[in-house]
């Protein structure tokens, strides 16, 4: 998922700022990670500003990806709660994370030599930890509604408080471009 997916119009808006600021035409496109910048070739002014808020931005978008992962893991656990022997499974969102934003990941990705094999780690590159509960249950279902429940609340407050600080970002930036 992109940085433009994640901020809609605002930052399509930042980026053909940047390119009028240059006083060139965006003829020049650059696609990458699912985002298309203008950049100015000649004095590399736009490309600059595009590298840096990249790199500014890409902390939160990975942080966004794995928020909304962890989301679906949680919401899992949440509507298997009656499910005989099903466990809770959720991951460590800092070192997933830290190991994303590094480029080396904690789990090395498993190859599949046959199609029909499963996979080696969960759907975003992350293996999923079985979580330990704190009072067991009769049909082996390890899902603790009041775990779960504040796990998932956290996470969703997490989130929204991630994208509210891009978006103020984004805003600042805007507000400094315009003037």
Do not use: W
Not at 111 to 123: K, Q, V
Request: glycine letters at 8%; charged letters at 20%.
């Amino acid at each position: 998922m992109g940085l433009l997916k994640l901020c809609g119009k605002n930052y399509t808006m930042l980026m053909a700022k940047i390119a009028a600021l240059t006083g060139k035409t965006s003829q020049n496109l650059v696609r990458g990670r699912g985002t298309v910048h203008a950049f100015d070739t000649v004095n590399g002014i736009g490309g600059k500003m595009v590298s840096r808020l990249d790199r500014d931005f890409s902390f939160f978008q990975k942080a966004l990806e794995l928020r909304s992962a962890r989301q679906q893991v949680l919401a899992s656990n949440i509507a298997n709660a009656d499910t005989p022997n099903y466990k809770a499974r959720d991951f460590d969102f800092s070192s997933v994370l830290k190991n994303a934003l590094s480029r080396n990941p904690a789990y090395p990705v498993l190859e599949r030599t046959d199609p029909r094999h499963l996979s080696g780690a969960g759907a975003s590159g992350f293996n999923l930890q079985y979580r330990m509960p704190y009072q067991s249950s009769l049909d082996g279902n390890t899902v603790e509604m009041d775990v779960e429940r504040n796990k998932y609340m956290d996470n969703a407050i997490r989130y929204e408080g991630d994208l509210t600080i891009m978006t103020g970002r984004i805003k600042t930036m805007l507000a400094a471009i315009q003037g």
